[in-house]
Nanobody, 122 residues
Framework: QVQLVESGGGLVQPGGSLRLSCAASVVTLGDYAIGWFRQAPGKEREGVSCISSSDGSTYYADSVKGRFTISRDNAKNTVYLQMNSLKPEDTAVYYC???????????????WGQGTQVTVSS
């Protein structure tokens, strides 16, 4: 029974940065693949990034490649999404999700957080 709590969202101007955190109630975070998703008003949910359970390899959507970085601190059971050079189109609710024992990208996530709002506006 995995629970995820996102934090770090807020209001930022274009070009600014935010770091999102996802705290997971798991024994060993390294056993899980972790994904970040977002959903903007009127749009479908979009996969943003993922970090694999086995080798730590990462995946990024083309829309965020070069601007966002996913990482994890297994000792703290926390996943991070560093977001730089933010654009208005990055405005969305951001969700983290985990799946045991798999590599990225994956279409299946068994556990989801409730999201944190990111707003990029002048």
């Amino acid at each position: 029974q995995v629970q995820l709590v996102e934090s770090g969202g807020g209001l930022v101007q274009p070009g600014g940065s935010l770091r999102l955190s996802c705290a997971a109630s798991v024994v060993t975070l390294g056993d899980y693949a972790i994904g970040w998703f977002r959903q903007a008003p009127g749009k479908e949910r979009e996969g943003v990034s993922c970090i694999s359970s086995s080798d730590g390899s990462t995946y990024y959507a083309d829309s965020v490649k070069g601007r966002f970085t996913i990482s994890r601190d297994n000792a703290k059971n926390t996943v991070y999404l560093q977001m730089n050079s933010l654009k208005p189109e990055d405005t969305a609710v951001y969700y983290c999700a985990v799946q045991w024992g798999t590599n990225c990208p994956t279409t299946r996530y068994d556990y989801w957080g409730q999201g944190t709002q990111v707003t990029v506006s002048s």
